[in-house]
């Protein structure tokens, strides 16, 4: 299982330079100029401004047709013209994480569209979720988007969208980090 741990580190140096930062909801993190990806273990705490650990897992609440539908539409591999990135930890309320997992299926998607918004921006916007919560981190799920240049404002479309949904009315902290590639 160690392969699915990844280690987002906010340094003094890194492969993605930072260009903003903006806490939406709760607490917010210290300015860091630059961020590493790196594979990472349960138990390596890399020493940083921040350090955020998070690891790939099985889906929860896509159907099959979902599943299907994003499977055709996603990009497996890395893209040259993917210079901007986001990072977005998001921390879910107990509120949210009392409901049985049919309520948070309707919220998520019958309520949210969730799944259905989403798909209208890929390939373009190449989507990564990680999950935290269950290894005592401060956020629940590290999720990571990187797309061009040109598809800047659609990224910006589909946040709005899912940030007027119910789903985010569970939604308790989230910081929205921007990046762009370094050559
Ligand atoms: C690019 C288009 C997007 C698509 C196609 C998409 C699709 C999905 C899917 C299929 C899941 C459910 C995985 C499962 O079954 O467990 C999911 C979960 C999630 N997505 Fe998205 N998503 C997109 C954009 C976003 C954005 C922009 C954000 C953040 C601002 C986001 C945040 C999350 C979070 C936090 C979860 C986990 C929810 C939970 O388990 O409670 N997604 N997404």
Redesign the pocket.
Known sequence: MQHNFFDFIGAEEGTWKTQSIQTLVGEPIPHAPFLTIQEGSLHSTPQATWALKGFK??????EKA??IQ?NQ?SVSHARVEDTCA?L?P?R?SEA?WELTQDE?RAI?EQQSK??A??????PA???Q?F?CRDIGQPF??L?W?EFSPENVAP?ED??AS??ASE?WTY?DR?I?IRFIKLV
């Open positions: 897992s099985n889906i929860r609440y896509t979902e599943k994003l539409q986001t977005i998001i879910k949210w948070r998520f969730h799944i918004i989403g798909l209208r921006y890929i916007i190449s989507r979720l999950h629940d799920f999720t988007f990224f589909l946040l899912l940030r789903e939604v989230e929205d």
